[in-house]
Structures are given as structure tokens and as C-alpha cells.
């Protein structure tokens, strides 16, 4: 069974642009969440999608939005980039939290630079 | 909202020592709290989980115990050995959706 994939691996952008990174999750997954990760915060949670529905966000400004697709793919998107939004970028994918599938696999990460 | 800490930030044994690594969440209504190893430039991998019915779960030379009273639950590695050398998160959830509040993370290195 193929695991969460991320693409871009990595990418380079300049302040001001946005970007919009992709999530495939295991094969039956439904749920997929988004973390940044970043040497002083840690991993921090961003948002969670399950049948394209966003049912839960992060205290991260509304620069950062997603989205799901029916065949449970994930986009995220970062508008106005800042240096600071510079990180790793991760997604998880779960069955569903609802019936306590909570285990969350992660995918390899894309790697945002911004200068 | 939930909070984590985890220690210590840094670990440092012998090939074949245990290593032992603490977690505190702050929210009692947490239900499931996984560990997770990230070796440098890979993904996080869940090595171990456990939820809050249960006070301890074994894999091998992987232990997690959970006290909830305390609020605390613990990674224990025996016979480390160089491979095991990773950062280490923490985390718990089980009360919103998709969401998983970590710790920052406890880098072992294991000496050979």
C-alpha cells in the first residue's frame, strides 16, 4: 500500500507570491491535516480536511487555507508569502477521527524556502 | 488550548543503555498520544501509540506508560542502538478533529 506523498519536495519562492502545496493520503484514507514544522515552534497543526470538508483550523492567519478533493487529495495554499512562513511542511492522513482512527501517517514533506 | 512539554531536549547514551523520555500534556480530555521518530530530513514515523485506556503498551524494545492522573506519559527504548538516534516527538489528541499537539521533540543520540 503506497504511503502519504507530498509534491513539490521542495520549492523556492519570493516574498509576496503564493504557493500551493498537494496531498495524496493512503489509499481509503479520508482525512488529511497539514503541520508546519519549523526549528523554533515545532511542529504546529494547521487544518484538517475529511470529505472535503475543513472541520478543524489552527491560530495560523487566513494567508493559510486548503482544500480536499473527492478523492480525498489535499491542496494547501499560502498567499502573500513571508519569510517567516519559510518551513517544512507536512500532511497527515488518518481514517477517521470520528470513529477513533486516529493513527496519522505522515507524507515526506515539502520543504518552502522563502527569500 | 492543550499544551505538551516533553524532556529532556537532548539525550545522549551508550549502545545497549535504556533511554527515557517524558511527556506532560494539560488537557485532560486527551485521549490518544502517539510517539513519533524523525530521522534528519525524513518524515515523522509513529513508532508507538496509546490510549487513555490503557496504562501501558510494549513493541519489541519500545514501552509507552500513560498515567492520567498525572497527566503524563513516557517513551521507554531498551538496548538502544545507533539506528535509534532520531529526534523523538511526543504528542496527544483524540479531542479535535485531525489535530495533534506536539512536544518539541528530544534528540538521542546513541553511541556506539
Known amino acids: 500500500k503506497a504511503g502519504v506523498t507530498q509534491t513539490p519536495r521542495y520549492l523556492i519562492k519570493t516574498r509576496g507570491q503564493q504557493v500551493t502545496l498537494s496531498c495524496s493520503p493512503i489509499?481509503?484514507?479520508?482525512?488529511v491535516s497539514w503541520y508546519q514544522q519549523t526549528p523554533g515552534q515545532g511542529l504546529q497543526f494547521l487544518f484538517e480536511y475529511f470529505s472535503e470538508t475543513q472541520r478543524n483550523k489552527g491560530n495560523f492567519p487566513g494567508r493559510f487555507s486548503g482544500r480536499q478533493f473527492s478523492n480525498s487529495r489535499s491542496e494547501m495554499n499560502v498567499s502573500t508569502l513571508e519569510l517567516g512562513d519559510s518551513a517544512l511542511y507536512l500532511c497527515?492522513?488518518?481514517?477517521?477521527?470520528?470513529?477513533?482512527?486516529?493513527?496519522?501517517?505522515f507524507g515526506q514533506g515539502t520543504r518552502l524556502t522563502v527569500v | 488550548g492543550e499544551n505538551v512539554e516533553q524532556h529532556p531536549s537532548t539525550l545522549s547514551v551508550q549502545e545497549g543503555d535504556s533511554a527515557v523520555i517524558k511527556c506532560t500534556y494539560s488537557?485532560?480530555?486527551?485521549?490518544?498520544f502517539p510517539w513519533y521518530k524523525q530521522e534528519l530530513g525524513k518524515r515523522p514515523q509513529l513508532i508507538i501509540d496509546?490510549?487513555?485506556?490503557?496504562g501501558e503498551k510494549k513493541d519489541q524494545r519500545i514501552a509507552v506508560t500513560l498515567n492520567k492522573t498525572a497527566k503524563h506519559f513516557s517513551l521507554h527504548i531498551t538496548e538502544t542502538q545507533p539506528e535509534d538516534s532520531a529526534v523523538y516527538f511526543c504528542a496527544s489528541g483524540g479531542t479535535s478533529y485531525g489535530k495533534l499537539t506536539f512536544g518539541q521533540g528530544t534528540i538521542l543520540t546513541v553511541h556506539p
Open positions: 488537557d485532560s480530555a486527551s485521549n490518544y
Open positions: 497527515a492522513s488518518s481514517l477517521d477521527w470520528v470513529t477513533r482512527d486516529t493513527e496519522a501517517f
Open positions: 496509546i490510549r487513555s485506556n490503557v
Open positions: 489509499s481509503g484514507h479520508r482525512s
